[in-house]
């Protein structure tokens, strides 16, 4: 049994063709810019820059946007050159699949499920708690048995919600987005240029804290895998740098996205990759900007875990300025529920039609020209893990597996170029095979950074899924039941 099987580009191309599976192509680079910009300025701005700064690394948070927007940004040219040559539902799913292989596309593919679905799931709850924030703030409190104790029932209506939506076509989700998005931008704008009136230049003394420093409320960070194995320090000082960075990465892996939806653009070669570096470059500068300027505001020792953005407001004697801010907060972890389960859907869609998971999930409905039946079931998922799941417990392992990830795509650009080097491609990315081997580096010790317990479930997850496969696909694979599809095996 060769489970190395792969699929040649011609065949990811070819799946397109039947009617009852094909996806409608109705996106431009600016919907795609759009929806990288939706999914990425959310959980990293609203969320996680208040427990990066108070807790690992002080006003250096900023450093730690940066270090993580460069190794997305390695990754996100490796990205562009495979969506631009296999411009086909799944991302790297179906990069990994042209050029590694089916039994690594099967556990990217698994691995993307878990990318995805629990990163929807995290943000809902952050969602909820700027949702409980507003209310209050308007004189409504959210009842005990809809909202926290373990069954938030305010996270799962959301996701019900944007379900339908993203059930209703894709052109749709697309111009909710880009209404969302051009609401949220405007508002951290709004937050940079009102925030530097409150700046004191003592808040950013020391810009990095020593290590070992007592944080925001006397918390410390979990220790990382480094850390348990002696070769950083804890929170803070430099090392407390790349430990943030690991952290907030989180709020960076809406890139990928943008490429889940390649099937569904007009000219995937030119329009994806400017919809992934395009994106990628406004958020990271607009993210260096929030940071300072919200540890400039407040010291970082005094921000709030849970809503850091209002808070600091808050503490500057400007509560309206902070419910502005947590409107802007919940439009904007909207849309990266949104733009998260519709990459979770296109996912498992490509693995469905690829005959690994159930063909029956690859239909496409032909009056909205969308899989409801994957995006039925994301939804369902991601609504029972936010009911049930802490925030705090599930933003790590999201991002080890995008870290993951992004270490195969990397690997299969240089594979790519070896296999096919005449191969068609309208973005290359340069200076490879430096470019990729940094891209691989720069993750791998992102990861190091992660603990040692999301390490552990991260291998759970995995053998899982080596389960599953060894169990179904391999024996119900289109490469192996239907002759006439497998050109390509190795």
């Known amino acids: 049994m060769n489970v190395w099987r792969t699929k040649s580009i011609e065949q990811s191309i070819a799946d397109t063709e039947e009617p009852e599976h094909r996806l409608r192509k109705r996106l431009g680079p600016v919907d795609l810019t759009v929806f990288g910009v939706g999914v990425i300025i959310g959980t990293g701005i609203f969320v996680l820059t208040g427990k990066a700064a108070g807790v690992q690394a002080g006003p250096a948070v900023a450093l730690s946007f940066v270090f993580a927007g460069i190794a997305c940004a390695l990754a996100a040219l490796c990205y562009a050159e495979f969506a631009s040559t296999v411009p086909v539902a799944g991302s790297a799913y179906t990069f990994s699949y042209a050029s590694l292989g089916e039994i690594i596309a ?42 926290g104790g373990g069954h938030n029932l305010v996270a799962a209506v959301i996701i019900a919600i944007l379900t339908l939506v993203l059930c209703l076509g894709i052109k749709l989700s697309s111009r909710v987005n880009i209404t969302m998005v051009v609401i949220k931008v405007g508002i951290v704008l709004f937050v940079i240029i009102a925030g530097l009136f409150y700046v004191k230049a003592s808040n950013y003394s020391p ?11 006397g918390a410390t960070s979990t220790p990382s895998l480094l850390q348990d ?17 690991a ?25 994806v990759p400017i919809g992934i570096l395009g994106s990628l470059a406004v958020c990271t500068a607009l993210y260096v900007a929030v940071s300072l300027v919200v540890t400039g505001m407040v010291k970082y020792n005094e921000l709030s875990v849970d809503a ?7 503490s500057v004697g400007r509560p309206g300025f902070a419910t502005i801010i947590s409107i802007g907060a919940i439009l904007g972890l909207t849309t990266v529920m949104m733009i998260l389960m519709l990459g979770q859907s296109r996912v498992f869609f490509a693995m469905s039609r690829d005959r690994l998971l159930p063909r029956q999930f690859s239909k496409v409905n032909p ?21 049930f799941i802490p925030l705090s417990e599930l933003a790590e392992l999201v991002n080890i597996g995008t870290l993951f990830a992004f270490i195969l795509v990397a690997i299969g650009v240089l594979v790519l170029r070896r296999k096919r080097p ?25 990861m190091l950074n992660l603990p040692a317990l999301t390490w552990l479930r991260f291998g759970i997850w995995m053998l899982i899924g080596l389960v599953v496969y060894f169990a179904y696909g391999v024996r119900k694979s289109r490469l192996v039941t239907d002759p006439n599809y497998s050109t390509d095996r190795s």
């Not at 099967?106 to 691995?111: A, E, L, Q, S, Y």
């Not at 009056?367 to 009911?387: D, E, N």
């Open 308 to 314: 850091p953005l209002a808070e600091a407001f808050r």
């Open 207 to 217: 810009f990095i804290p020593p290590a070992g420093s007592t944080g925001a409320g």
């Open 247 to 271: 952290l907030v990465f989180f709020a960076f892996i809406g890139f990928d996205i943008v490429a889940t939806a390649a099937e569904e653009t007009k000219r995937p070669q030119r329009d």
């Open 229 to 245: 194995l002696g070769f950083a320090p804890g929170s803070f000082g430099v090392s407390g740098i790349f430990t943030a960075a």
């Open 106 to 147: 099967w556990i990217i593919g698994w691995d993307l499920i878990l990318e995805l679905a629990l990163g929807a799931s995290t943000v809902a709850v952050g969602w909820s708690t700027y949702f409980a924030d507003l209310m209050k703030s308007a004189g409504v409190t959210i009842p005990a048995w809809a909202y």
């Open 367 to 387: 009056r909205f020209g969308t899989p409801i039946r994957t995006t039925l079931i994301t939804g369902a998922v991601v609504a029972l893990l936010s009911v």
């Open 422 to 446: 005449d191969l068609r491609r309208a973005f290359r990315t340069p200076g490879v095979p430096v470019v990729p081997v940094l891209a691989v580096l720069a993750s791998f010790y992102l």
